[in-house]
């Protein structure tokens, strides 16, 4: 059974950092892909961040809104997955989710299971 659940989402000032946590069972971390949405009330789920799993293949991938700000990684042993996020500002605000993925880029990615997800909150 294909599980995830996010942690580490809360109130943050504009400029500052946090990183958010996903445990993950019933999937291997090598072999399937990961990544992490956000969804905002009103807007769709957004994909911001995949790394591949395939082959060896590490490769990340970033969308434009978080990229050079934003890092993801993962912890294969611990069966983890990170968001380390800096320099965060109040667009980014929003509800993040993190998923079992098809990544192809950030913009060709693709979750068929997913975490409860944890809120983020970007204000003064």
């Known amino acids: 059974q294909v599980q995830l659940a996010e942690s580490g989402g809360g109130l943050v000032q504009p400029g500052g950092s946090l990183t958010l946590s996903c445990s993950t069972s019933?999937?291997?971390?090598?072999?399937?892909?990961q990544g992490w949405f956000r969804q905002v009330p009103g807007k769709g789920r957004e994909g911001i961040s995949c790394?591949?799993?395939?082959?060896?293949?590490?490769?990340?991938f970033y969308a434009d809104s978080v990229k050079g700000r934003f890092t993801i990684s993962r912890d294969s042993a611990k069966n983890m997955v990170y968001l380390t996020m800096t320099n965060l500002k109040p667009e980014d605000t929003g509800v993040y989710y993190c998923a079992r993925v098809y990544c192809g880029n950030a913009d060709d990615m693709y979750g068929d299971k997913w975490g409860q997800g944890t809120q983020v909150t970007v204000s003064s």
């Open positions: 790394i591949k799993s395939r082959a060896g293949d590490s490769r990340t």
């Open positions: 019933g999937f291997d971390l090598d072999i399937h892909s």
